[in-house]
């Protein structure tokens, strides 16, 4: 079962509003990341947090990760309509070589 | 940089074919990984490889194989297509070996294959 579960599946905004996905995983992680995906393209990674952070910025993105919730949040502020995509989040385990994605949420955001 | 490059990016095979679909990168990472991405599934991860010369199982490995030819370059190789192995296949990459989660994961464009 995947390890990361995002929510919503789906999300609808008008431009200039803020989008908020959550994640939450199952077993404790060294780092969640979060990625986007624009249609038809490969992911793009966005942000890492570490297991010992709470809280990250980057330009108009705002991570949160609550580990003993075992939950992470993606603000994105202001939003454009070029922020319509899909985004993972992606965790990874204390111990282990590899990423597991969760099934992503779909942001559609409407000029 | 062209970063990682995946080909070819469309591909249709009829049941029983085998085919190669190549993963390239030029950022001198380490470990190199391939995912298939599924509607309402997300992605998951089929082989890995953690530095040249060695590959592992990932979560969905059963009808493929991989090789790490050098550094750069990850195959993945069908060797008899089946119609569940439709799907957008990914190739990624990451500088880290002993522990490449601890940075983010560059992705290739995707191979779309469906198998008839």
């Known amino acids: 079962s995947q390890q990361g579960e995002e929510d919503p599946q789906a999300l609808s905004i008008q431009e200039g509003e803020n989008a908020t996905m959550n994640c939450s995983y199952k077993?404790?992680?060294?780092?969640l990341q979060w990625y986007r995906q624009n249609s038809g393209r490969g992911l793009v990674h966005l942000i890492l947090?570490?297991?010992?952070?709470r809280e990250k910025h980057s330009g108009r993105l705002r991570v949160t990760l609550d580990t003993s919730k075992k939950s992470s949040s993606l603000l994105i502020t202001a939003s454009r309509a070029a922020d319509t995509a899909s985004y993972f989040c992606a965790t990874a385990l204390t111990s282990g070589s590899r990423l597991t994605f969760g099934e992503g949420t779909q942001l559609t955001v409407n000029p | 940089n062209a970063g990682v490059t995946q080909t070819p990016k469309f591909q249709v095979l009829k049941t029983g074919q085998s085919m190669t679909l190549q993963c390239a990168q030029d950022?001198?990472?380490?470990?190199m990984y391939w995912y298939r991405q599924d509607p309402g599934m997300g992605l998951r991860l089929i082989y890995y490889?953690?530095?040249?010369?060695?590959?592992d199982k990932g979560e969905v490995p059963n009808g493929y194989n991989v090789s790490r030819l050098n550094k750069r370059e990850f195959s993945l190789r069908l060797e008899s297509a089946a119609p569940s192995q439709t799907s957008v296949y990914f190739c990624a990459s990451s500088r880290g070996q002993d522990h490449p989660t601890d940075y983010g994961y560059t992705f290739g464009s995707g191979t779309r294959l469906t198998v008839v």
């Open positions: 947090i570490r297991s010992n952070e």
């Open positions: 950022m001198n990472h380490n470990s």
């Open positions: 077993t404790s992680i060294n780092n």
């Open positions: 490889s953690a530095s040249e010369g060695t590959t």
